[in-house]
């Protein structure tokens, strides 16, 4: 998909206007970013060099935030297509033995490690059945209850297993404390029986990961609206809400 589409032209017939406006609109499955950048110089900031400069950090900067979108969403179908963690997930005779959880909870811990290939930035929450023990662990597991709280879930409920993603909210961390974070959520589904429901999966990104992005534009106003309208990322985040 290409974020930046060629400029020369649009620019050309902008003369010497005191204000430019540049919207560029980027689309990923569910999410859409709209970076937009004010400019307050005259006609001569829009040479070539401040034009091809300009194009040049645009370009990098939708770059960068297509790859965190995309590696996250990569994991997200990872999760959702292994079908050895979907069954251990599923409620089952063999839960009442805690070993036999235990075991589960381990496997699927050494699953989601791996397909994160180590990336700190990232962080995955498992929203599953109250009958799971592990389900009271509250770092990466969770009751299934506990997603009502947040602003996603009727969004993620109706999308029925399609990911949706949600701009900039917080969320409490028993072993951090609350952070800002952008998610990309989905339900996983039962593959033998595409009716059930077996857990909610949530992919977190630190904002200030994205808010680094916007930053790269240096010395103009540079913000992420998400796809209700709202400013989700800005480079002051007393601007964000």
Not at 46 to 75: D, M, P, Y
Not at 91 to 114: F, G, I, R, S
């Amino acid at each position: 998909m290409r974020l930046i589409r060629r400029f020369q032209k649009f620019f050309a017939g902008l003369g010497n206007s005191k204000t430019l406006v540049l919207l560029l609109l980027a689309g990923l499955a569910s999410i859409f970013l709209l970076l937009v950048v004010y400019f307050n110089q005259y006609g001569n900031w829009l040479e070539q060099g401040a034009v091809r400069s300009l194009q040049t950090a645009l370009e990098q900067t939708g770059h960068n935030l297509n790859n965190q979108i995309k590696n996250i969403e990569l994991i997200s179908d990872n999760i959702a297509n292994n079908n050895e963690l979907i069954k251990r997930l599923k409620d089952k005779p063999e839960d009442a033995v805690y070993a036999n959880q235990l075991d589960e909870m381990h496997y699927m811990e050494t699953a989601m490690l791996t397909m994160m290939k180590s990336n700190n930035a990232y962080r995955i929450r498992l929203f599953v059945s109250d009958k799971k023990i592990y389900s009271k662990e509250q770092i990466s597991f969770f009751e299934l209850e506990q997603a009502k709280e947040y602003p996603w879930y009727e969004e993620v409920t109706a999308a029925r297993g399609r990911p949706v993603w949600q701009m900039n909210y917080p969320v409490d961390y028993l072993d951090s404390g609350r952070q800002q974070v952008t998610s990309c959520v989905r339900i996983l589904k039962d593959y033998d029986e595409l009716s059930k429901d077996v857990a909610i999966l949530a992919i977190d990104i630190d904002t200030s990961v994205l808010r680094a992005a916007v930053n790269a534009i240096a010395g103009e106003e540079t913000y992420i609206i998400g796809a209700k309208g709202q400013i989700a990322v800005h480079q002051d985040p007393e601007q964000e809400g």
